[in-house]
């Protein structure tokens, strides 16, 4: 399709890379040659007169005339894809590109199976799975994010997927170095390891909040499996998740009636009216999973 500024294309081509900040991603996004989208670009820039694009450090960015541009054509840009979404969709087509970012320990305990189903079910879905505990706010419409944390993120939709039960634990050893452990105010005096820098810890007992004590961090590591490696090891006291816990033989839970509290996780992705049908029905597959999970916790919860 041609317009006065010529191909539409080199117009779709331009949103993608401001959407992706440089030329590399957009072409990969795009499944493109980098040279093509640069070539392309600049034949656009010199069609229309204007300097659309300009390198700021290794990011390339929008001069102010590209944002206005940006503004006026990418909603018309989206309403192209989701036309062609939207007929691929009444064929009953699964496919394209899908992006997923979760923690590693998430992935492992929950999402592996899933996403391997997913996958042999869909073959024509392409999965860009990033594994870290980074947060990382969808930017797309086909970009999903599992997390604990949806501060700042009142423009998403975030959907409920299931909960963890915590408790306190630490090492045989180091239980015996510490001597006795009868109240939240010696556990919050021990050394502690944590996944972030939250160093306020409420203690919760029959479902209600008991009392809240401050914790110094000997150590601070963005992944559950090393904190647990470190408190296997001796290196102090964590809150962990029961399920992940139970899996490390020498660890031993230090009072048992308290608990962190239940922590809640959410799907996150953007609003969109026309939603992908690839990522919908991982979505779809996610929810499905997640209900089936916090079944079987009630279950073992109600049997204990």
């Known amino acids: 399709m041609d317009s006065i500024f010529g191909s539409v294309d080199d117009l779709f081509l331009f949103c993608k890379v401001v959407e992706q900040g440089s030329l590399q991603k957009a072409a990969h ?79 492992r305990s929950f999402v592996a199976p899933t996403i391997e189903k997913f996958l042999k079910t869909y073959p024509k879905v392409h999965l860009d799975l990033v594994l870290n505990n980074d947060q990382s706010k969808p930017e797309t419409d086909r970009d999903l994010l599992i997390t604990f944390d949806i501060e700042d993120m009142d423009d998403m939709i975030a959907r409920p997927i299931f909960t963890a039960r915590h408790g306190f634990f630490a090492s045989q050893e180091y239980v015996q170095q510490c001597g006795t452990i009868s109240t939240p105010t010696d556990l919050a005096a021990l050394d502690w390891v944590t996944i972030d820098q939250k160093n306020k810890l409420p203690f919760f007992r029959n479902g209600k909040l008991h009392e ?46 308290y608990h962190r509290g239940d922590r809640q996780s959410f799907l996150v992705y953007k609003a969109r009216k026309y939603q992908p049908n ?18 079987a916790i009630t279950r073992r919860k109600d049997a204990n």
């Open 29 to 107: 996004v795009l499944n493109l040659p980098q040279s093509t989208v640069s070539r392309r670009l600049a034949a656009l820039e010199t069609r229309l007169d204007l300097r659309l694009l300009e390198k700021k450090g290794r990011e390339l960015t929008p001069t102010e005339v590209g944002k206005l541009a940006f503004e006026n054509i990418s909603s018309g840009m989206e309403q192209i894809e989701s036309g062609i979404e939207s007929l691929t969709e009444q064929t009953n087509q699964v496919s394209g590109r899908v992006k997923l970012s979760i923690p590693h320990s998430f992935f």
């Open 212 to 257: 809240e004590h401050l914790i110094n961090p000997r150590l601070i590591v963005n992944d559950l499996r090393a904190v647990i490696d470190a408190v296997s090891r001796g290196l102090g006291v964590a809150s962990l998740p029961l399920r992940h816990a139970k899996e490390a033989t020498n660890l031993v839970q230090l009072l048992p009636e």
């Open 278 to 295: 690839a990522v919908r029905v991982l979505i779809k597959a996610l929810l499905e999973e997640s209900a089936f999970l916090d079944k």
